[in-house]
């Protein structure tokens, strides 16, 4: 392997991995407040196809970021009403969000299959886009992934330092501890909820705008799935998502790569790797002590009805 | 004079009335026999922007050809397995006349109504199995890919062409080898690099495959997947590519070097007229550029005349059989002799091909 090689693989990893940290980074955030809100596949679906008609017809990409951003954030509203409000089971509505965000995208869409959009650009930062090896991979790159990343570090100082932060943790460890300290639990988890439908919507705005340009029924392609085990496989640490994103986009690039070398490896299992990990998470937090070592916010799943 | 001229004007008014009248009624008499009834099944969505999307194009391109003689009905999405032979029978049970089938796992479905329902018609694409009243049919993709190799060859400068793959299967494996037959032909120093991807549809990593050929070398992409993205990636890397199945020049016009095309319209308005004519027979058709069921997408003005005129010379010798193209001598990957010189493949050795010829890089994935 080359140095050119090296510095392109790093590149695509970044982009590859970025739609996954967008909408890992928005679950998280949801998870942390106790609710498990599985539609991020339909909420990207929504918020690709929005931002894709939003900047095709009004020629503003942001605009279409925009657009895409609040169309999560009306799916997951969707989400709110019968998980929170109605206080229905958290996983069969996320299942029925998926369902439903990919026929909807798919009806809205259907005029604006096939139509060419010019996406977003790489913007270089001067000079220290000029640092081999790792400067196109991180200096290089369109505004969204800059984005992302900012918001990465936003999210983390918020869980660091801020008492917001505390308190969205607090509810999502024991929301009736919680409510007795006169914490609006509900309204706290309505916000993560409505934050990771924007962040979703963010995610699928990456694909339809800036890595593919175009608008194609169901082209998400089970990237949201991805982003939900990425939160696990991370144990809900905000710095691991950051990793895992890079990792499973490594391991999604890393594949294609070592076939175009001829290196003699099955390209299907390498391609099950990251699935793996997950896997191999998921059993150590089957376990209750396993589960605390390991930060599951404790009440992760349940409705919670203040009076019981 | 005058008035003799006004009667003989009046008469011929009323006679050419009558016959206009005569005419109409006819023509309404036409219109009353009911037109036949066509339905297609399709496995996606019309609106993928690939495969679906061409049999609906020739399904409208037969409905304009036939123009009132016909009627058309389709249900998208069906998935292939049991739930089919429900929408088939549904279909059949509806009065269709002649039903197509668009997708290879619709086969035993399509055969198991067709048993029940012997006086409808039926056309399987992509299968093997037929019976008194279904037939089968398919495009013959690689000879396109031919003549894309063909251009390949002259255009690369790095001598290395990047394929994105979908599954290994022998009608991705007809079109690699024939692309890089076409390629070895004009350029015998250029490679192919392929990918595989394991779907025939996903942007995202349609497009990351495409990228990971290109940081390996690759100067021209081709693709056997359904979606734009590898045509986007050559396009923002500043390199060539080719589309498959529809036109994708608009999303890479500078990169889009032309691309072959599938078009069934030809093929379902002949069918549909043979229902109506009542010489129907069921058949096996596997038409390529011969038919008008493959044909070339636009050249690109990058490719200088010589190649357009090169190619166009190799797509009129695959039209008129002069050129076939899996004729030996042909070296498998390893060097030694596939095909011995002057022996042609028969369909059936092409319809089973799992081997690469000389100059494809990688080894063969077996399923």
Not at chain 2, 332 to 358: F, P, R, T
Request: glycine share 10%.
């Amino acid at each position: 392997m080359d140095i050119e090689l090296i510095t392109n693989i790093l590149f695509a990893m970044v982009r590859s991995g970025t739609p996954l940290l967008l909408v890992a980074l928005g679950e998280v955030v949801c998870e942390k407040s106790g609710v498990l809100n599985l539609g991020q596949e339909g909420m990207m679906l929504m918020g690709a196809v929005t931002g894709f008609i939003v900047a095709l017809t009004t020629g503003s990409l942001a605009l279409g970021v925009l657009a895409a951003m609040l169309a999560g954030v009306l799916m997951s509203a969707l989400f709110g009403m019968i998980a929170l409000g109605l206080r229905a089971n958290q996983v069969a509505t996320g299942l029925a969000l998926t369902i439903f965000g990919a026929g909807l995208s798919a009806f809205i869409g259907a005029d604006f299959v096939g139509k060419p959009l010019v996406g977003f650009a790489p913007i270089a930062i001067p000079v220290l886009s000029d640092i081999p090896v790792i400067g196109p991979a991180l200096f290089q790159q369109d505004i969204l992934v800059y984005l992302s990343l900012v918001l990465l570090v936003l999210v983390w100082l918020f869980f660091r330092v801020t008492r917001a932060g505390l308190i969205v943790k607090a509810i999502g460890e024991n929301p009736w501890s919680a409510v007795t300290l006169g914490l609006p639990v509900l309204r706290v988890r309505w916000l993560a909820v409505a934050f990771g439908g924007a962040l979703a919507g963010m995610g699928g705005a990456y694909l339809s705008l800036a890595y593919t340009p175009l608008w194609a029924e169901g082209m998400t392609a089970g990237r949201g799935w991805i982003a939900l085990s990425l939160v696990v496989f991370a144990s809900w640490r905000i710095g691991r998502i950051l990793l895992g994103a890079w990792l499973f986009g490594l391991a999604s690039i890393l594949h294609l790569v070592f076939q175009g070398m001829g290196v003699d490896m099955s390209s299907n299992l390498l391609a099950t790797l990251p699935y793996l990990a997950t896997i191999v998470v998921l059993v150590i937090l089957s376990s209750k002590q396993s589960r605390i070592r390991l930060m599951a916010p404790m009440s992760l799943g349940k409705p919670f009805h203040p009076a019981g | 004079m005058k008035a003799s001229f006004k009667k003989t004007l009046k008469q011929a008014a009323t006679v050419a009335l009558s016959a206009a009248m005569t005419l109409g009624l006819a023509g309404q008499a036409v219109a009353k026999e009911d037109p036949l009834k066509v339905a297609f099944v399709y496995v996606g969505p019309v609106s993928d922007a690939g495969w679906t999307f061409g049999h609906d194009e020739g399904r409208k391109e037969m409905i304009e050809k036939l123009e009132g003689k016909v009627e058309t009905t389709f249900v998208e999405s069906v998935a292939e397995g049991a739930d089919a032979a429900r929408v088939i029978r549904k279909l059949a049970q509806q009065g269709n006349d002649l039903i197509f089938t668009t997708s290879f796992g619709f086969m035993n479905p399509t055969l198991k109504v067709a048993k029940q329902f012997p006086k409808v018609k039926f056309h399987h694409a992509t299968g093997y199995k037929r019976s008194d009243n279904v037939s089968t049919y398919a495009a013959r993709f690689y000879e396109g890919r031919y003549v894309t190799g063909l251009i390949a060859g002259k255009m690369t400068k790095s001598n290395v062409i990047g394929y994105v793959g979908s599954f290994p299967i022998p009608e991705v494996v007809q079109g690699i080898n024939a692309f890089t037959l076409g390629l070895k032909e004009t350029n015998p120093d250029a490679t192919v690099k392929v990918v595989w991807i394991n779907s025939w549809y996903d942007p995202a990593k349609e497009r990351e495959a495409a990228e990971a050929l290109i940081a390996q070398g690759a100067d021209i992409i081709n693709q056997h997947t359904d979606s734009p993205a590898p045509v986007q990636a050559a396009q923002d890397k500043g390199v060539f590519a080719f589309g498959y199945d529809t036109d994708m020049a608009k999303f890479g016009p500078d990169a889009h070097l032309t691309g072959s095309l599938v078009h069934w319209g030809d093929y379902y308005a002949d069918v549909a007229k043979s229902v109506l004519n009542d010489n129907w027979e069921a058949n096996d058709t596997w038409g390529g550029i011969n038919t008008g069921m493959v044909k070339m997408a636009p050249y690109n003005k990058a490719i200088p005349a010589d190649v357009v005129a090169l190619a166009e010379k190799a797509r009129a010798g695959i039209a008129s059989g002069d050129l076939v193209i899996f004729e030996g001598p042909i070296k498998a990957q390893d060097g030694s002799e596939k095909v011995a010189d002057g022996v042609k493949l028969e369909d059936k050795d092409i319809l089973s091909m799992n081997w690469y010829v000389q100059g494809v890089e990688g080894k063969l994935p077996t399923n």
